[in-house]
């Protein structure tokens, strides 16, 4: 008994080496063949698809068809020549690039290489997010109007124009907010990519996808031909973008080529509703907004921003459900205190890896703390964004002539026809 | 009165440009402060065989239909097995390679005498679906030779992988674009 007592530690220590020479020569059960007919192993071909060489191409292409676009837009005034444009950039950024790059998806690369250090971001994305806003600058919503697939495939399937009513139309377009918000606070977490998950069109670019995605597309195409460009109107979150930024745009399209006659044609002539009415017509009509009213708005602006960002600390551990660390750290805790036995593949993987419970909640913490850190964030960037949006109500600039809304027109160049102005060249 | 209008006018472009400005500060900005992480070859998807559970989401998960990821055969690693594990199913009645007791469900994997009394298992990739039951069966009983790979030829290199969203043991991760392949390899000892 003595003896044992003395040689245990070895022994242990012994099996301790043996285990590990065990798990070692786990995966070569059988030894390797010894071939006697100067036998070769084949090889395999590793195969790439296409050379970075080719993304600078993708941006090339880009550049040039946001200049074509404008051009159309601004000096040709062609409407036929916009629908051209839409045509070859859902050919090549759709059809032929699968909907990949794109600058929708480029905000979560930018997100994910801002507050993360372990990754970088490929200069393409970068180029794909900052060129078509810059363009915004100078253009307004070139990248809308011809460039983007998504907004080519709705731009040419919508054929009939339904007005929304404006309370409707005022609530939907604060979706696409939201969905900013939360696409970059999800993907500064390294949880989720939400907006190439759900993508309603790039099955149709692959001409494979998921029945679920397929039916969400086909019913935003068909929604599309009546009312125009539901997906670019109340869920893009990079329209958000363009929409600030094409409100200080250098130039814009303009309905008229020359001097409006304030003739009311044009009116009910956009598709999206985004026509300003010239205060010289309906001046009688017009509501009288006093500096009093104007000055309680403004004032709501930081009390807006600072609920939401309240609200949008306390949703933080909801919002990191879609962590996947998160999701699992909670099966495994409903089944440590339920006796509920966890049976999904995440589960079954994690008790294969060998991690402890104990690293799995502390990682669970982390990524709960990350969330509790950036949602204030948002909940900021929705308040303001709400708050801006209601004080732009009591403020109007006067107006001579019926222009666009900068802000939301997509120039897609419909309203041309409407204008009895025309120019000769 | 048009003095008025001027004067809102000109306060109007103030406020136009003065705002351009400070939109297009950081826009202008965004390449400086990224500079540092940007990286110009980029990044593709790939699978870490050592993490792989063969779970068969991978064949279910790709965006594309078959999936991209196909099963690879690490021949250094394979001991030729006449009975393999990767191809022959397990409680087969018979002790024959006829379709039945097959375990690749499509018949992606090919087996060539070699010598006595070894075979050689290489894997058709037209055919295989990514489903990872041959590399269960190789890890289990075998020398864990088989394992899978995103194929980049097929990979259409989403932004965020679908199948690494899905992915339960976390084994797919970014990889730069320039060794975009984990090969397995016998582990020195």
């Known amino acids: 008994m003595k003896k044992l007592n003395k040689y245990a530690p070895y022994l242990i220590l012994a099996i301790m080496l043996i285990w590990q020479s065990i798990l070692y020569a786990q995966p070569q059960r059988f030894p390797r063949p010894e071939f006697e007919g100067g036998y070769t192993f084949p090889t395999h071909q590793f195969l790439f698809q296409r050379g970075p060489m080719w993304e600078y191409m993708d941006v090339a292409v880009l550049i040039g068809a946001l200049l074509v676009t404008a051009w159309m837009v601004l000096k040709k005034r062609s409407r036929q020549g916009l629908v051209w444009v839409s045509v070859f950039s859902l050919a090549y950024f759709g059809f032929y690039r699968q909907g990949c790059i794109c600058a929708i998806g480029s905000i979560q690369n930018l997100s994910l290489a801002l507050f993360n250090d372990n990754y970088s971001i490929p200069l393409s994305a970068l180029l794909f997010f900052s060129i078509p806003l810059l363009a915004a600058l100078l253009f307004g919503r070139v990248f809308c109007a011809g460039v983007c697939p998504l907004g080519a495939i709705q731009e040419l399937t919508g054929f009939r124009h339904v007005r929304i009513p404006k309370r409707v139309e005022a609530v939907l377009t604060t979706i696409p907010f939201v969905y900013l918000g939360l696409a970059i606070l999800f993907a500064a977490t390294e949880s989720q990519f939400i907006i190439c998950r759900y993508d309603p069109f790039v099955g149709f670019f692959r001409i494979d996808a998921p029945f679920t995605m397929v039916i969400f597309g086909s019913l935003l195409l068909v929604t599309g031909i009546f009312v125009n460009r539901p997906y670019c109107r109340y869920l893009c979150p990079y329209g958000v973008l363009q929409n600030i930024f094409s409100r200080f745009s250098r130039k814009h399209l303009t309905i008229t080529p020359a001097e409006c006659r304030n003739c009311r044609l044009c009116e009910s002539g956009c598709p999206y509703d985004v026509i300003l009415q010239s205060d010289l017509v309906t001046a009688i009509e017009k509501p009288e907004r006093s500096l009093k009213e104007s000055m309680s708005y403004m004032l709501m602006i930081p009390v807006l921003a600072v609920a939401f960002a309240v609200i949008l600390y306390n949703l933080a551990p909801s919002l990191s459900a879609v962590s996947n660390n998160v999701k699992l750290a909670k099966e495994i805790r409903l089944e440590k205190e339920e006796g509920i036995k966890a049976v999904s593949k995440a589960s079954v993987a994690f008790f294969e890896s060998g991690k402890t419970e104990a690293e799995l909640f502390t990682d669970e913490q982390q990524i709960i703390g990350r969330f509790r850190k950036g949602a204030p964030w948002v909940g900021l960037f929705l308040g303001l964004s709400l708050g801006i949006g209601f004080f732009r109500l009591t403020i109007r600039n006067v107006r001579y002539d019926y222009e666009p809304d900068r802000g939301r027109c997509y120039s897609c160049a419909k309203c041309f026809k409407y204008c009895p102005v025309k120019i000769k060249n | ?189």
């Open chain 2, 1 to 189: 009165m048009s003095e008025n209008g001027n004067k809102a006018e000109s306060r109007r472009a103030f406020v136009k440009t003065a705002g351009r400005l400070l939109i297009a500060a950081p826009v202008l900005a965004l390449p400086v402060i990224l500079a540092r992480k940007t990286d110009v070859k980029g990044y593709v998807w790939q699978i870490d065989p050592y993490k792989c559970t063969s779970c068969e989401l991978c064949k279910s998960s790709c965006v594309m239909t078959p999936s991209a990821v196909k099963c690879m055969n690490a021949f250094p690693m394979c001991g030729y097995c006449d009975f393999c594990p990767g191809y022959l199913r397990q409680g087969a009645k018979t002790y024959n390679t006829a379709a039945e007791n097959q375990l690749c469900p499509v018949g992606a994997i090919k087996r060539k005498f070699i010598e006595e009394p070894y075979f050689e298992y290489t894997i058709d990739e037209k055919l295989c679906d990514g489903c990872s039951k041959c590399v269960k069966g190789c890890y289990d009983f075998g020398n864990g030779s088989l394992y899978i790979q995103i194929m980049h030829n097929l990979c259409v290199n989403c932004n965020q992988c679908a199948i690494a969203r899905v992915c339960p043991s976390d084994a797919i991760s970014r990889v730069p674009a320039t060794d975009p392949y984990i090969v397995k390899e016998l582990k020195k000892l």
